[in-house]
């Protein structure tokens, strides 16, 4: 076992979706950065990326949108929502946002995160550490001034001018930084699958029912992501249940897409992601920073988790060269990232929670609202691209106010529901 001792400007932990957009927008600007990541390497497992309109900006300003392998990705515009059993309830259509992000981008396992992670290799002010372990946080007075870290069986000692947790929902550094944490464990989470469609599935659809949720989302090669709501801690329970169980529960569900669903041989295509919310009282200290699930995690229905770590991450890399510049790392500066970025996130983990209700519901009552509402936006432009663009990572406002809810329920009339902002196209 050997000790270190190395200097850099910025230090990052984790490089997940926010940490490696951060580590990447730092090294085009020059900054010495490093990089630590438990991980022995890229991520390999299963997991459906769907690149939202303010996602694929981020990858833009980077230069990697179009470097993106056009094999592995395939735009979405078109999302049908229905009910189980089949009925249409209401479809959302990307093309009436303003081009260019008019449109999702749904890719291959890992595909834009490895994109990222490969243009950091090539970056020379940057170094990623794979298998390094956060251990914990060096001080001078209240003030962060590093890191220490175990990297493979040698102590690692990090002198930065600011430390960033990027490290997920379980944050390491929060923990050290001690910023209590609101820590939300929902009870249902999602089986994952990725298929080969024996016929193509042109447009994405989403099922909502009694305690029922599925997506599914068409991918590059003729592949379909599918995404089905069971209760947390029961992955093992469905597999012991056995393949033929869960593809019958999925074709009730959408009995037009039985073969799709019979394209199921093993549960090597199948993963479980749990969800959980996290909310802090702040997510600075002098000399370091929470970004992305550390900061604040939210439930997926609101599609911008990892959109939301990507956004953090570029907001902050604008910030940062200003404070390496005043020689001011401290929470007072850092604190206008998180002033820039609180009120949208809140916003979004607020809209998910909403939705958490709603959708997941097995009671009548929200049941026939939830419906309500989706048929109201089927016939209601305004409305439609006000949820279009929340969705899309458009808007830092909520997408309703009490009128809005008021008609979006079916009790008010619209006079304006065929009204677009200016930008939006039909």
């Known amino acids: 076992m050997t000790e270190a001792v190395i200097e850099t400007d910025i230090v990052v932990v984790g490089a997940g979706g ?31 990326e769907i690149l939202q309109p303010n996602g694929q900006l981020v990858l833009d300003r980077l230069g990697l949108l179009n470097k993106l392998p056009v094999e592995s990705t395939r735009a979405v515009r078109k999302f049908h929502f229905c009910r189980v059993g089949g009925e249409r309830l209401c479809t959302v259509d990307y093309g009436d946002l303003p081009p260019p992000y008019n449109q999702a981008v749904v890719t291959l396992p890992n595909v ?31 003030q962060v001034v590093g890191l220490t870290a175990k990297r493979g069986t040698d102590q690692v000692t990090v002198k930065a001018k600011v430390v960033v947790g990027a490290d997920g929902v379980f944050s390491k550094v929060r923990e050290a930084l001690q910023i209590p944490a609101d820590l939300h464990l929902y009870p249902q989470g999602y089986l994952i699958s990725i298929l080969d469609a024996p016929t193509p599935v042109p447009e994405a659809k989403y099922f909502v029912g009694k305690r029922t949720i599925l997506g599914m ?34 074709i009730a569900i959408d009995p037009s897409c039985e073969s799709v669903f019979r394209a199921l041989t093993g549960w090597d295509h199948t993963a479980f992601m749990p969800t959980g919310r996290v909310r802090t009282p702040t997510w600075v200290a002098d000399g370091a920073v929470l970004i992305g699930d550390a900061a604040h995690a939210m439930n997926p229905h609101a599609s911008q988790g990892r959109m939301q770590a990507m956004v953090d991450a570029m907001t902050l890399a604008d910030l940062l060269p200003e ?18 970025r609180r009120p949208q996130v809140t916003m979004l983990q ?67 529901a065929q009204d677009l902002p200016v930008g939006g196209t039909r």
């Open 217 to 250: 989302f068409p991918a590059a090669g003729n592949k379909v992501y599918l995404f089905y709501m069971i209760d947390t801690g029961s992955y093992d329970q469905v597999k012991a249940q056995g393949i033929p169980a869960l593809q019958q529960a999925w």
């Open 350 to 416: 607020k809209l998910a929670d909403e939705q958490v209700l709603f959708w997941n519901t097995a009671n009548p009552v929200f049941s026939f609202l939830r419906d309500r509402v989706f048929r109201t936006l089927d016939r209601n432009a305004r409305l439609r691209y006000r949820v279009l663009s929340t969705t899309a990572g458009l808007r830092r406002t909520p997408p309703f106010d009490l009128i809005d809810r008021m008609i979006a329920a079916g009790f008010l009339p619209d006079p304006s």
């Open 112 to 142: 834009a995160h490895h994109a990222i992670l490969d243009a950091i290799q090539a970056e020379q002010s940057v170094s990623l550490w794979y298998g390094a372990t956060f251990t914990g946080l060096l001080r001078e007075r209240q």
């Open 18 to 48: 926010g940490g490696a957009v951060l580590a990447l927008a730092l090294a085009q600007k020059g900054i010495k950065t490093i990089v630590l990541e438990q991980a022995p390497g890229p991520p390999q497992g299963l997991r459906g």
């Open 323 to 340: 404070c390496l510049t005043a020689k001011d790392y401290s929470a007072m500066k850092l604190k206008s990232y998180e002033d820039s």
